[in-house]
């Protein structure tokens, strides 16, 4: 079996932590782990399949003599913005978690279950999605290719956990009482109609983004997209309510069938058992759980559906984790020991 040297940059995180754990439970073909953070995290220990591994700190060299191949990255655009076209240039191919590079037309923006193809001619550098896009776009992919979507209205319903540790602080912080810290209200008891900052359209760059890379990993420029998200009081895993329009006709029993296929996705639709998608069967798990599907009786060829995925899994870590995979089964890694 060929082995590879991995790095993860920004290993102390949440999501960097998360991404050594699916890294183990997958069995990736490691040769040797390394472990970049900033300089307030460097000589930190993590364990890594019963290993230490001492975290180094990210700096315009600390790729040198390490013979690396693919780099995960998961930190601020800003960090991503000066290190991935460094290490892209030392031959390493870079899955990048963060905002910096969704929309470069040069970089492909990829959901392994969607879109593999989008990788056979990337330049060193591949996006990662936004973690609420990610998993709708699971969900979607298959009913657009059995009945071609005309449009597509997100309402979110986004975890503590989105926000990162400080999101995910602000909400334990308010089960105890005190204030928050990250977001502008309470999130516990509550729930927050903004994520990001606002554009002057009224949109908000959440928003923003899951309409322009809905648009990009689908191959569907032209897609009409609208979205509201909403922040909630979760720990854990996002919702969303996804409303949809087709081009051709579809019922209820053909989106089951068209979903109970599709990679990725897990269908949970009892209504009549109280069987649907909710964020505590999502917890730590890979998959995109899909339901509450129902006609729309207010226009022809309507459909809504709930889709629920843990943000911190598929919505980051995990879907990282699978471009490696397809990078790898498609021998577009240069190279292995």
Known sequence: ???????????????????????????????????????????????????????????ETCMEGKNLDIALFTVEADFSRKFAPLFAKAGVAVVDNSSCWRMDPDVPLVVPEVNP???????????????????????????????????????????????????????????QGLPPVQFPHPLFNNLIPQIDSFLPTGYTKEE??????????????????????VRVPVFHSHSESINLEFERPVSVQAARE????????????????????????????????VGRIRQDVS?????????????????AATNT??????LIANNLVHGAR
């Open 1 to 59: 079996m060929q082995l590879y040297n991995v790095a993860v940059v920004g290993a102390t995180g949440m999501v960097g932590r998360k991404m050594l754990q699916v890294l183990a439970e997958e069995k990736f073909p490691v040769n040797q782990v390394f472990c970049f953070a900033s300089a307030n995290s460097a000589g930190k220990v993590i364990d890594f399949q019963g290993k230490s591994i001492v975290v180094e700190e990210l700096t």
């Open 117 to 175: 193809q989008a990788l056979e001619n990337h330049n060193g550098i591949i996006a990662n999605p936004n973690c609420s896009t990610i998993q709708a776009v699971v969900a979607l992919q298959p009913l657009h290719a059995a009945f071609g979507l005309r449009r597509v209205v997100y309402s979110t319903y986004q975890a503590a956990s989105g926000a990162g540790q400080g999101g995910y602080d602000d909400l334990e912080r308010g089960v």
């Open 208 to 229: 923003q983004k899951m309409i322009n890379e809905t648009r990009k990993i689908m191959g569907l420029p032209d897609l009409r997209v609208t979205a509201t998200t």
């Open 258 to 289: 068209v979903l109970a296929a599709a990679p990725g996705v897990v269908l949970t639709d009892e209504p009549e058992k109280a069987v649907y998608p909710m964020p505590c069967i999502a917890n730590d798990r890979n998959e995109v759980f």
């Open 299 to 315: 226009i022809e060829n309507g459909l809504d559906i709930f889709v629920v995925a843990d943000n911190i899994r598929k919505g």
């Open 321 to 326: 984790v699978q471009i490696a995979q397809a």
